[in-house]
């Protein structure tokens, strides 16, 4: 089983910190041609919010509202990409991910993280942790939420997670490493009760 290393998550994220513009677009161009259905779904995802904005009717508050529209944009692309990196220094080039997959591994992805906020509504750390280790791939979860809510011992850490667009952030994110990780260790056996 590939399990993506603290060690490649630091190598991906340093990666993309320190591309000049050419090498950005270049890489950019990279995942477009190898994951096309990928940048597909990130793209739907970041453009829900728009529609709610649209509604507003205050110009100024569009330009705002279309302005941190792009930077969330640019943030989920950065995350999802740092964790295609992640994978890719771990198992080698992705095989393409497929629409049909996309599809299927969202709606799976919404239940685990149901699971997961659950377990965490119930403020049971056991049954939290227990959750946790069934996640595929703790390392990149662990690196998600330490980068979209900070540490336990941050001044600002939000042990609530109110964060709306953080939350949003995790949760895409998370059906990401899912898609890849079915990708590159194929689906795990689900037992249908």
Known sequence: ??????????TAEAFFEV???????EISIRFAVEQPFLLIYLQAMSAIDDLELEESGNEE???DDEEMDEEFAEELQFYAMVIWKA?????????????????DKSEIAMLEIQKLLESSASNDPDKMAKQFRKMRQPN??????????????????????????????????????????DKVNGSPLRIVE
């Open 140 to 181: 990149l979860v662990a690196y998600l939420l330490s980068s979209f809510f900070g540490d336990e011992e941050d001044e600002d850490f939000d042990e609530d997670f109110q964060d709306e667009e953080a939350n949003y952030l995790f949760l895409i994110c998370n059906q990401i490493i899912m898609m890849i990780d």
């Open 61 to 63: 508050e569009e330009e």
């Open 1 to 10: 089983m590939v399990l993506v290393s603290e060690k490649n998550i630091e």
């Open 19 to 25: 591309l000049n513009e050419r090498e950005a677009s």
């Open 87 to 103: 994978f890719e220094l771990e198992y080698g080039k992705i095989p393409l991910i497929t629409e049909q997959e996309i599809e």
